[in-house]
Nanobody, 122 residues
């Protein structure tokens, strides 16, 4: 079955950096666009970044452009999110997800891991 395991979250001061990792199994990873979503406390889950199957194209929500970088390693069935210049508003649980639809509006699949908590606070 599909498994997604996120890691790398933690507590960091504003301006700091974290690198999130997600390892995947149970599906043809290299053929799927992959994404990172986040869910801040009391808010809906939102798309943060996405990368096409062979890494050719990426997309980001405006609030993280220039600060976050998504990448993938198809040989390791892994996707990463490098987060720099972190802000308190980046505080959320972060999830990776194999996208059902890339398109002009990304549509997530029904597969979610347990997420990893990122807390940005002084």
């Amino acid at each position: 079955q599909v498994q997604l395991v996120e890691s790398g979250g933690g507590l960091v001061q504003p301006g700091g950096s974290l690198r999130l990792s997600c390892t995947a199994s149970g599906f043809a990873f290299s053929t799927y666009a992959m994404s990172w979503y986040r869910q801040p406390p009391g808010k809906q889950r939102e798309l943060v970044a996405a990368i096409q199957s062979f890494g050719g194209n990426t997309k980001y929500v405006d609030s993280v452009k220039g600060r976050f970088t998504i990448s993938r390693d198809n040989a390791k069935n892994a996707v990463y999110l490098q987060m720099n210049s972190l802000k308190p508003e980046d505080t959320a649980v972060y999830y990776c997800n194999p996208l059902a639809v890339w398109g002009s509006v990304a549509v997530p699949s029904d597969y979610w891991g347990q997420g990893t908590q990122v807390t940005v606070s002084s």
